[in-house]
């Protein structure tokens, strides 16, 4: 599966961004997805997760009450939506999809191209 992110940017603290992720060569259904984020110097951390369905949801205690992850399986596209945003939130965010159930700590099989978000204070 090829996956595509998008939404990322510059924006001030306490502002918002939606980032979506694409999918295709596969039907999304079939698939866990999730974000991943990366910033300078920092390891890499699971941000949010969301199963096949979208009845399971998992989110980095960081970003609990602020984050929103959502699918639409029918449009192929995975959501993130970003609230109340902390200059700590800056990385560069991966879309990314496993067979398999994906875990904060697991290693995903697909990752899309990454998106920068930049939050200002």
């Known amino acids: 599966v090829q996956l595509q992110a998008s939404g990322g940017g510059l924006v001030q603290a306490g502002g918002s961004l939606r980032l979506s992720c694409a999918a295709s060569?596969?039907?999304?259904?079939?698939?866990?997805m999730g974000w991943f984020r990366q910033a300078p110097g920092k390891e890499r951390e699971s941000v949010a997760l969301?199963?096949?369905?979208?009845?399971?949801?998992y989110y980095a205690d960081s970003v609990k009450g602020r984050f929103t992850v959502s699918r639409d399986n029918a449009k192929n596209t995975v959501y993130l939506q970003m609230n109340s945003l902390k200059p700590e939130d800056t990385a560069v965010y991966y879309c990314?999809?496993?067979?398999?159930?994906?875990?904060?700590?697991?290693?995903?099989?697909?990752w899309g191209q990454g998106t920068l978000v930049t939050v200002s204070s």
């Open positions: 990314v999809a496993d067979r398999r159930t994906i875990t904060h700590d697991s290693t995903p099989d697909y």
């Open positions: 060569g596969r039907t999304l259904s079939n698939y866990y």
């Open positions: 969301i199963s096949w369905s979208g009845s399971s949801t």
